[in-house]
């Protein structure tokens, strides 16, 4: 009889294992006593009554899925609110409203690098990016991490049609790619420039309207900027926002719009009412910076290997993946939920500790959560001398 045809799953598996990189899952419950510096709710608004009563009244009113794709049945006022909305907040003529980030970014890439493109992109992007990339019918160039020059030196081999692909703030380090000069090196060549703001929008810019914003990009006709609903908006999807013709391309191009059932209204809710609030507060967007600098400085201070951060992710160096894993359970069974990143999650293959800053951290929090950190690290994991 002839062995399973998934039989080699399990050298897979024993590879894994065998390098300490299983991965598990672990349901949470709906309320827990662990300090979270795992997710990405920057501005902690997932549980704000604000955001909870928007996701309940739309799926009271619209009801619990939006019954079909965008171009059927997908498209409830709710979600041309938001669009609005969301395009004035961050500078840009138009916006469109995806089911997911990752599916914002495949839309943007695939549909904006046709064949014959010339797609540049950044070594250390998404997943999702690299994903788009992969699918785009143009060709990819990767160019060395937040590298001008090395954009600059690959358009300039270009002949046709270019786009230049970047994350605004990258989510293993949490540093920020140079915009304003991949935008110049890009304009150079006449390129354009997909921006992914996931981790800059609510945290970076005026109030939180975006690093494409800080960077004086918002409603360039060369640029498009992709964003997540799920993080600093604390609720779920993903947009794309640039000029009306390019959104208008999109609708009639974009798979991952056309052949994709639309956001739930639910979703939808929670991002409009998490919108509107920011706009009421925008001081959420500077104390989440504030408090991943504490988180820095405190850590540096023990002697830990922190990276600066330019927003609201601090990454903290490991030793390896198994210690990597020990640090984060130890800190969890001290009450500390931080993330745990590991090759091949990780472009250069060093393990980290992720931590994510939340705005509504309080100072005794930022103290608790560096002395967790601190005091479960493994001895190689300090700098010498320190």
Same mark, same amino acid.
């Given at each position: ?27 949470r ?11 990405n709710d ?22 619990? @899925?939006a019954? @079909?794709s ?9 979600h041309? !609110?938001l669009?609005?909305?969301?395009? &004035?907040?961050?500078? =840009? ?15 943007a890439?695939?549909?904006l ?29 990767v ?13 300039d ?13 990258f989510?293993v380090?949490g ?8 935008a ?5 060549f ?5 921006i ?10 005026d ?7 800080a960077?004086?990009?918002s ?8 964003v997540?609903l799920?993080?600093? =908006? ?5 947009a ?11 609708v ?6 056309? =052949?994709?059932t @639309? ?19 925008? !001081?959420?967007a ?9 988180l ?6 023990e ?8 927003a ?26 931080? @993330?745990? =990143?590991r ?28 002395r967790?950190?601190?005091r479960?690290?493994?001895?190689? &994991? ?5």
């Amino acid at each position: 009889m002839a062995g399973s045809p998934f039989g080699w799953i399990d050298e897979q598996e024993r590879v894994r294992r065998s390098a300490g990189l299983v991965r598990t899952l672990r349901p949470r419950p709906a309320s827990s006593p662990l300090l979270d510096l795992a997710s990405n709710d920057y501005l902690g608004l997932t549980r704000h009554p604000e955001i909870t009563a928007g996701a309940a009244d739309a799926a009271l009113r619209w009801g619990g @899925g939006a019954t @079909g794709s965008r171009l059927v049945t997908g498209t409830t006022q709710l979600h041309a !609110e938001l669009e609005r909305e969301l395009a &004035a907040f961050c500078g =840009f003529e138009a916006a469109l409203v995806l089911s997911s980030g990752y599916a914002a970014n495949l839309a943007a890439v695939t549909a904006l690098a046709p064949h014959g493109s010339l797609i540049v992109s950044d070594a250390s992007n998404h997943a999702s990016l690299i994903d788009g990339c992969r699918l785009a019918r143009g060709a990819t160039q990767v160019v060395p991490h937040a590298d001008p020059e090395a954009v600059r030196k690959a358009l300039d081999a270009q002949q046709g049609q270019a786009v230049v692909v970047s994350d605004s703030v990258f989510s293993v380090d949490g540093d920020a790619a140079p915009l304003a000069e991949l935008a110049g090196a890009a304009r150079e060549f006449g390129a354009g420039l997909i921006i992914d703001d996931a981790h800059g929008l609510g945290v970076l810019g005026d109030g939180g309207r975006g690093a494409p914003q800080a960077a004086g990009l918002s409603g360039a006709d060369d640029t498009v900027v992709t964003v997540t609903l799920s993080k600093s =908006f604390g609720s779920q999807g993903g947009a794309v926002l640039g000029p009306a013709r390019v959104i208008d391309h999109l609708v009639n191009t974009a798979r991952t719009f056309i =052949f994709d059932t @639309g956001l739930a209204p639910a979703a939808a809710g929670a991002a409009l009412a998490a919108l509107r609030l920011l706009r009421r507060e925008p !001081e959420r967007a500077a104390r989440a910076r504030a408090v991943a600098a504490a988180l820095h400085d405190l850590l540096t201070a023990e002697g830990l290997q922190a990276v600066r951060p330019d927003a609201a992710v601090v990454s903290v160096r490991a030793p390896s993946p198994d210690e990597a894993v020990r640090w984060a359970a130890d800190c969890r069974e001290a009450g500390l939920a931080v @993330g745990c =990143f590991r090759p091949p999650s990780v472009p250069d293959g060093i393990s980290r500790l992720r931590l994510t800053a939340r705005a509504d951290l309080s100072d005794d929090q930022i103290a608790q959560a560096v002395r967790v950190i601190s005091r479960n690290a493994p001895d190689s &994991a300090f700098i010498t001398g320190s």
